[in-house]
């Protein structure tokens, strides 16, 4: 049974704006250091202008301590599952978008959904069935009567959100999954030939039901590409689950608080996005993650580059592997070690940063040939047999 | 506050510093390596060419000039691999001052916009105790310089070991005799030059005391140490040619070597009697006009240098070239002289022969003569030139009938009889030998 997402009225002049009318945080020299006169006066000033050494601090420390703040407000409803919640929140900040797969009942749509709280964003939910179809995700054209006269108006679907929670994405056919393409890499949607820009920040996070794949259909690699992580909810702890069973039968259900103030949550987290693209990443950097990526490529692969690839060719990824990660990938690689740079509290980013983002970022990337679904093989353990090779002979 | 970019540039400026000293230090390691392993090579070749035979000194002159060559290209190689740029500097202080990549990052300068930028200064500014020139490469010499002395030292050091006088060792006497060309040759340029004396050539016992003989070489001139070095030339030169692999370079750098040192007449005496046994003139070293006491040794009777009756000749006028020659055969005559033990064996009581040159002091010596009867038709042969002394060679079944006479302990002083005849003496010689 499809649930008919409820059309928010308050988000339309979010989805006429363009994406770019996010106000740019900029501070001017000589302001105050701490974090808030650092936020309000890049709200206020239009000019940019180059902080001093105090204010990129105040920068860097307001982030951290937003990040930290989220993750506390999660904690109080999502028992246990940190890495998890911080992975989710890496890619939040890093502009991109999340599928978590996991089992039922592990809370999935109650972290997404606490989440969504405590960013004091707006929040939507798809489930998603067989028969969704794209319409009932972007939107359509209603004839609309006022004043005797008719006229089409585009009555917006659940898509126009801040938070997009796309539950159990592969039940839905291909033709709807695809109806989230666009969204998801433009930020826009398209019906009737008329464009509406979404409201940033947007944010998807779709769930994957691993068991049950009678009348799924797996998600396309394009669609999959446009995930900056995927990552992978797993049963809790038995002490995490004394917790749970503990707190969710009981009346002193914790309740999450929001961390920003309503009207300006979604440019809090537009300005933290701008901060992490800021984060300074060396030459060298840039090439350690190009050659994680292109050691994903096997040389049987018909599109494979030219040239020899910088890190060894692992055998497993010739063997199991049959195309390898997209540029996307490589993208994924930096922004996420950018947000762990100023989570660490530094303006650069490091060899560290990239190899713990690895996993998340390319293991939905990577498409197995029937030899490693045959042998059980698990991406993530191809990617981590990768990074031991680049530190060994990269660094 | 100072603006950023002085900062960046002061950051900069300081990994130029570094640059410049951890590429120097690594210029001067590879300098030391390769400079004191091409020492150690020359010092080496020395101590061989002094101390081993020539198909040792020629294997170890091609490992020497090899190792060299390969010493060198290292040194090229590991300079230009640990050649530093701007970037590997920094990373290196990175590494070293756990930085976390803020020195790579702040050179690279990736995004001269971003408001982070003065916070990556400002950190680096903070630390900066730990990354400066002064604190990650403090030292401006390497210790790898210390080879070098140490090298040069050594080198020193087998010099003054080459040059000081070593007790003799005695080598046996090879029984296969070397080629006799090259034995003619040694002894024609040990020839008299035209219009000397031949009276000065005429065969004279070698000296008993080959030691003493050794020293007065050793105390002699420039004038005598040029004349060991043309002696011992064509010694050595026949020594090399008969190894196996030996090089006319290789021989060349040998006598180069020995020439400089001057070391040939106090190790290569015995190398001069084993290759060339019999020496082929007698050393009467009287004539030196250096050495007083040659006139005192010369006469003894050697018996080992052929068992014939010969006469010291004591000619006051022979100087100059003849010294060399007679100083070079004098090695041949110290290497028989050592073998005194059996000199009773083979001299009888000394009579006069009446045969000897007129004006001349001779000494007159009873020797015994069997040993060459069996080889006596071939033991003459032709003079090369009409005034010169000819070489007298035994052949081989006329030296192993020879070696059959003598006694076990003679044997390794049978040399073979390469004596100097002139021709005033030649029918006497050719009388002596043909009498039986």
Same mark, same amino acid.
């Not at chain 2, 005391?209 to 040029?226: F, H, L, P, V």
């Not at chain 2, 050595?236 to 007449?265: C, E, F, K, M, V």
């Not at chain 2, 100087?319 to 100083?327: F, K, L, P, Y």
């Given at each position: 049974m499809t649930e008919r997402p409820p059309i928010d009225p308050s988000l339309t002049d979010l989805a006429e704006a363009p994406a770019d009318d996010a106000?740019?945080?900029? $501070?001017?020299?000589?302001?105050?250091?701490?974090?808030?006169?650092?936020?309000?006066?890049?709200?206020?000033?239009?000019?940019? &202008?180059?902080?001093?050494?105090?204010? !990129?601090?105040?920068?860097?420390?307001?982030?951290?301590?937003?990040?930290?703040?989220?993750?506390?407000?999660? !904690?109080?409803?999502?028992?246990?599952?940190?890495? +998890?919640?911080?992975?989710?929140? $890496?890619?939040?900040?890093?502009?991109?978008h +999340?599928? $978590?797969?996991?089992?039922?009942?592990?809370?999935?749509t109650?972290?997404v959904r606490?989440?969504a709280?405590?960013?004091?964003l707006s929040f939507n939910r798809i489930q998603f069935t067989v028969d969704l179809m794209p319409a009932d995700i972007t939107g359509t054209r209603m004839l609309h009567e006022q004043d005797g006269q008719r006229e089409l108006v585009f009555a917006k679907g659940p898509i126009f959100a801040h938070v997009l929670l796309a539950d159990e994405i592969n039940r839905a056919t291909p033709k709807t999954q695809s109806a989230l393409l666009e969204a998801m890499a433009e930020r826009q949607v398209t019906v009737a030939g008329t464009t509406h820009k979404l409201p940033p920040p947007f944010f998807v996070l779709a769930t994957?039901?691993?068991?049950?794949?009678?009348?799924?259909y797996?998600l396309p690699?394009?669609q999959?590409?446009r995930?900056?992580?995927?990552?992978?909810?797993?049963?809790?702890?038995?002490?995490?689950?004394?917790?749970?069973?503990?707190?969710?039968?009981?009346?002193? &259900?914790?309740?999450?608080?929001?961390?920003?103030?309503p009207r300006?949550a979604a440019?809090?987290?537009?300005?933290?996005?701008?901060?992490?693209?800021?984060?300074?990443?060396?030459?060298?950097?840039?090439?350690?993650?190009?050659?994680? +990526?292109?050691?994903?490529?096997?040389?049987?692969?018909?599109?494979?580059?030219?040239?020899?690839?910088?890190?060894?060719?692992?055998?497993?990824?010739?063997?199991? +592997?049959?195309?390898?990660?997209?540029?996307?990938?490589?993208?994924?690689?930096?922004?996420?070690?950018?947000?762990?740079?100023?989570?660490?509290?530094?303006?650069?980013?490091?060899?560290?940063?990239?190899?713990?983002?690895?996993?998340?970022?390319?293991?939905?990337?990577?498409?197995?040939?029937?030899?490693?679904?045959?042998?059980?093989?698990?991406?993530?353990?191809?990617?981590?047999?990768?990074?031991?090779?680049?530190?060994?002979?990269?660094? | 506050?100072?603006?950023?970019?002085?900062?960046?540039?002061?950051?900069?400026?300081?990994?130029?510093?570094?640059?410049?000293?951890?590429?120097? *230090?690594?210029?001067? %390691?590879?300098?030391?390596?390769?400079?004191?392993?091409?020492?150690?090579?020359?010092? /080496?070749?020395?101590? *061989?060419?002094?101390?081993?035979?020539?198909?040792?000194?020629?294997?170890?002159?091609?490992?020497?000039?090899?190792?060299?060559?390969?010493?060198?290209?290292?040194?090229?190689?590991?300079?230009?691999?640990?050649?530093?740029?701007?970037?590997?500097?920094?990373?290196? #202080?990175?590494?070293?001052?756990?930085?976390?990549?803020?020195?790579?990052?702040?050179?690279?300068?990736?995004?001269?916009?971003?408001?982070?930028?003065?916070?990556?200064?400002?950190?680096?500014?903070?630390?900066?105790?730990?990354?400066?020139?002064?604190?990650?490469?403090?030292?401006?010499?390497?210790?790898?310089?210390?080879?070098?002395?140490?090298?040069?030292?050594?080198?020193?050091?087998?010099?003054?070991?080459? %040059?000081?006088?070593?007790?003799?060792?005695?080598?046996?006497?090879?029984?296969?005799?070397?080629?006799?060309?090259?034995?003619?040759?040694?002894?024609?340029?040990?020839?008299?030059?035209?219009?000397?004396?031949?009276?000065?050539?005429?065969?004279?016992?070698?000296?008993?005391?080959?030691?003493?003989?050794?020293?007065?070489?050793?105390? @002699?001139?420039?004038?005598?140490?040029?004349?060991?070095?043309?002696?011992?030339?064509?010694?050595?030169?026949?020594?090399?040619?008969?190894?196996?692999?030996?090089?006319?370079?290789?021989?060349?750098?040998?006598?180069?070597?020995? =020439?400089?040192?001057?070391?040939?007449?106090?190790?290569?005496?015995?190398?001069?009697?084993?290759?060339?046994? @019999?020496?082929?003139?007698?050393?009467?070293?009287?004539?030196?006009?250096?050495?007083?006491?040659?006139?005192? /040794?010369?006469? =003894?009777?050697?018996?080992?240098?052929?068992?014939?009756?010969? /006469?010291?000749?004591?000619?006051?006028?022979? /100087?100059?070239?003849?010294?060399?020659?007679?100083?070079?055969?004098? %090695?041949?005559?110290?290497?028989?002289?050592?073998?005194?033990?059996?000199?009773?064996?083979?001299?009888?009581?000394?009579?006069?022969?009446?045969?000897?040159?007129?004006?001349?002091?001779?000494?007159?010596? #009873?020797?015994?003569?069997?040993?060459?009867?069996?080889?006596?038709? =071939?033991?003459?042969?032709?003079?090369?030139?009409?005034?010169?002394?000819?070489?007298?060679?035994?052949?081989?079944?006329?030296?192993?009938?020879?070696?059959?006479?003598?006694?076990?302990?003679?044997?390794?002083?049978?040399?073979?009889?390469?004596?100097?005849?002139?021709?005033?003496?030649?029918?006497?010689?050719?009388?002596?030998?043909?009498?039986?």
């Amino acid at each position: 049974m499809t649930e008919r997402p409820p059309i928010d009225p308050s988000l339309t002049d979010l989805a006429e704006a363009p994406a770019d009318d996010a106000p740019t945080p900029t $501070i001017s020299p000589g302001t105050r250091i701490t974090p808030r006169t650092a936020r309000n006066s890049a709200a206020r000033t239009s000019e940019p &202008a180059r902080p001093s050494a105090p204010n !990129a601090q105040a920068l860097v420390d307001d982030f951290r301590d937003t990040f930290s703040r989220i993750r506390t407000e999660l !904690a109080k409803v999502i028992v246990g599952q940190t890495e +998890v919640i911080e992975e989710i929140l $890496i890619a939040l900040f890093a502009g991109g978008h +999340v599928l $978590i797969e996991g089992v039922p009942g592990t809370g999935k749509t109650l972290l997404v959904r606490t989440l969504a709280q405590a960013l004091n964003l707006s929040f939507n939910r798809i489930q998603f069935t067989v028969d969704l179809m794209p319409a009932d995700i972007t939107g359509t054209r209603m004839l609309h009567e006022q004043d005797g006269q008719r006229e089409l108006v585009f009555a917006k679907g659940p898509i126009f959100a801040h938070v997009l929670l796309a539950d159990e994405i592969n039940r839905a056919t291909p033709k709807t999954q695809s109806a989230l393409l666009e969204a998801m890499a433009e930020r826009q949607v398209t019906v009737a030939g008329t464009t509406h820009k979404l409201p940033p920040p947007f944010f998807v996070l779709a769930t994957l039901n691993p068991i049950e794949m009678e009348g799924t259909y797996p998600l396309p690699e394009a669609q999959l590409d446009r995930f900056l992580f995927k990552v992978f909810l797993p049963y809790p702890t038995a002490a995490e689950m004394q917790r749970i069973i503990g707190e969710t039968t009981s009346n002193n &259900a914790a309740q999450t608080g929001p961390v920003f103030p309503p009207r300006k949550a979604a440019a809090r987290v537009e300005e933290l996005r701008a901060l992490v693209r800021e984060v300074l990443v060396a030459p060298q950097l840039e090439e350690y993650a190009a050659a994680l +990526v292109r050691a994903t490529i096997p040389r049987s692969s018909k599109f494979a580059p030219a040239g020899p690839s910088p890190l060894p060719l692992d055998e497993q990824i010739t063997r199991y +592997v049959a195309f390898g990660s997209s540029p996307r990938g490589g993208q994924a690689l930096l922004l996420g070690a950018k947000v762990r740079a100023l989570l660490a509290g530094r303006a650069h980013v490091t060899y560290d940063d990239i190899d713990r983002v690895a996993v998340p970022s390319l293991n939905h990337r990577l498409v197995l040939n029937f030899a490693a679904r045959a042998d059980d093989v698990d991406p993530r353990a191809l990617i981590s047999r990768l990074l031991d090779a680049a530190k060994r002979l990269h660094r | 506050m100072r603006s950023v970019s002085v900062d960046v540039a002061e950051v900069e400026a300081e990994m130029r510093v570094l640059r410049s000293r951890l590429n120097a *230090l690594t210029l001067q %390691r590879t300098a030391a390596i390769g400079v004191s392993t091409v020492i150690a090579c020359g010092t /080496t070749l020395i101590v *061989l060419a002094v101390e081993a035979s020539a198909f040792t000194f020629a294997v170890a002159t091609w490992s020497a000039v090899f190792v060299s060559l390969s010493a060198v290209a290292y040194a090229g190689w590991r300079l230009h691999r640990s050649w530093l740029t701007l970037e590997a500097v920094a990373s290196f #202080a990175d590494r070293r001052s756990g930085l976390q990549g803020r020195l790579t990052t702040a050179i690279a300068d990736p995004a001269p916009q971003s408001r982070l930028r003065v916070l990556l200064i400002e950190q680096l500014q903070s630390a900066s105790p730990l990354w400066r020139a002064a604190t990650l490469a403090p030292q401006r010499i390497a210790r790898s310089l210390l080879l070098v002395p140490l090298a040069l030292a050594v080198l020193f050091a087998s010099i003054f070991y080459a %040059r000081s006088p070593a007790p003799m060792t005695r080598t046996p006497f090879p029984l296969q005799a070397s080629p006799l060309p090259l034995r003619v040759a040694s002894a024609a340029d040990m020839m008299p030059p035209a219009g000397a004396d031949p009276a000065g050539a005429a065969l004279q016992p070698a000296s008993a005391d080959g030691e003493t003989s050794t020293r007065r070489a050793t105390q @002699g001139d420039s004038s005598q140490g040029s004349g060991r070095s043309d002696a011992d030339g064509g010694s050595a030169g026949g020594d090399l040619s008969n190894a196996p692999g030996a090089s006319s370079s290789g021989s060349g750098l040998r006598n180069a070597i020995r =020439q400089a040192l001057g070391a040939d007449a106090e190790r290569g005496g015995a190398a001069g009697t084993a290759s060339d046994p @019999g020496g082929g003139v007698s050393d009467s070293g009287a004539d030196t006009p250096h050495d007083p006491t040659a006139s005192d /040794t010369a006469p =003894q009777p050697n018996s080992a240098a052929g068992g014939l009756t010969q /006469t010291a000749a004591t000619d006051p006028s022979q /100087t100059g070239q003849r010294a060399d020659a007679q100083t070079g055969d004098g %090695r041949g005559g110290a290497g028989h002289g050592s073998a005194g033990s059996s000199q009773s064996e083979l001299f009888e009581a000394a009579a006069p022969t009446g045969n000897a040159p007129a004006g001349a002091a001779a000494k007159p010596m #009873a020797i015994k003569l069997g040993a060459f009867s069996a080889a006596a038709p =071939q033991q003459v042969e032709p003079q090369h030139r009409p005034s010169s002394p000819t070489l007298v060679s035994e052949s081989s079944d006329g030296r192993h009938a020879r070696l059959a006479d003598l006694s076990a302990e003679q044997r390794p002083d049978a040399a073979l009889q390469k004596l100097d005849v002139a021709p005033e003496h030649e029918a006497f010689v050719r009388r002596i030998f043909t009498r039986e």
